[in-house]
């Protein structure tokens, strides 16, 4: 095995939903940054970057989160908690931001610029097609039916509801909340993610725009060993791996 396996190896064996933080030992707030910017270097759908990440660390505001985590030993022990968002109300913006990140980038590079007509087919036209919503969800519907026309001339995707388009942006932000608990984990320090909590609450009381939504909320600090509350268990791999 590669050194660098045996290092990423040694990260995911350490790491482990810690419920019980250490109150006394330093914990570098630094480290929850340097690990939110690896975050946003996960691999998410069309580089759409749908997401937000936001920190909680006045302690008013974790005790009132923690409340709405309700009462987990996991949010009120934490030393910090971050809040992954999905943002999918943000496609205009964000497709427009990667539109004009191309032209900027091909605009150096005219011998190569013709590829440029194919993002901007993508972010330009396509995205828009694909996250356009409205109220009704009858776009939707809309597509849907396109899709399923299409589907008997070639190879089609079939997510392309409202719903489905919540599962997609929710996949990207889960990646970045994992790629965010490994980078803590090598940072030296633990994290609990979690998902038992009041949303509405949540988004009321820390005023979160309108059209997002959790993803999940994470816990971080320095580990304890009381905090990890069993061995690890896991359903055999033979079970889930198959080969095909
Ligand atoms: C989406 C998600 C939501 C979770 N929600 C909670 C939670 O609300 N409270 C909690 O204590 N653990 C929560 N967990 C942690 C899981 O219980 C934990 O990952 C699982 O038991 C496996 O243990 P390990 O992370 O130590 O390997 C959550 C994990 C995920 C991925």
């Not at 006394?24 to 910017?37: H, N, T």
């Not at 091909?106 to 013709?114: G, K, L």
């Not at 490994?182 to 309108?210: H, I, N, W």
């Amino acid at each position: 095995m590669k050194e660098a396996a045996q290092q990423f190896d040694a990260i995911v064996q350490e790491r482990r939903s810690v419920r019980i933080y250490d109150q006394e030992s330093p914990f570098d707030s630094d480290a929850v940054q340097r690990s939110l910017e690896r975050a946003a270097l996960a691999p998410n759908s069309s580089n759409m970057q749908l997401w937000e990440f936001y920190r909680v660390q006045d302690p008013e505001k974790m005790r009132r989160i923690a409340q709405y985590c309700m009462g987990q030993k996991a949010a009120t022990t934490a030393r910090e908690l971050v809040l992954i968002v999905v943002r999918r109300d943000l496609w205009k913006q964000r497709s427009r931001f990667m539109l004009q990140a191309y032209e900027a980038y091909y605009a150096e590079r005219p011998e190569i610029a013709h590829r440029l007509k194919r993002f901007r087919s993508y972010y330009g036209r396509l995205m828009p097609m694909y996250y356009f919503q409205d109220w009704l969800g009858l776009w939707g519907r809309i597509r849907q039916l396109i899709v399923f026309f299409a589907s008997f001339r070639r190879p089609v995707v079939w997510q392309v509801r409202r719903q489905d388009l919540r599962v997609v942006c929710h996949k990207s932000a889960a990646l970045a909340a994992q790629t965010f608990m490994l980078s803590m984990t090598a940072e030296g320090y633990a994290t609990c993610p979690m998902e038992g909590f009041d949303s509405q609450k949540v988004k009321r009381f820390l005023g979160l725009p309108r059209g997002s939504e959790i993803n999940m909320i994470i816990s971080c600090g320095p580990p304890t060993p009381e905090g990890i509350y069993n061995e690890r268990i896991r359903v055999p791999n033979d079970s889930i791996i198959f080969k095909l």
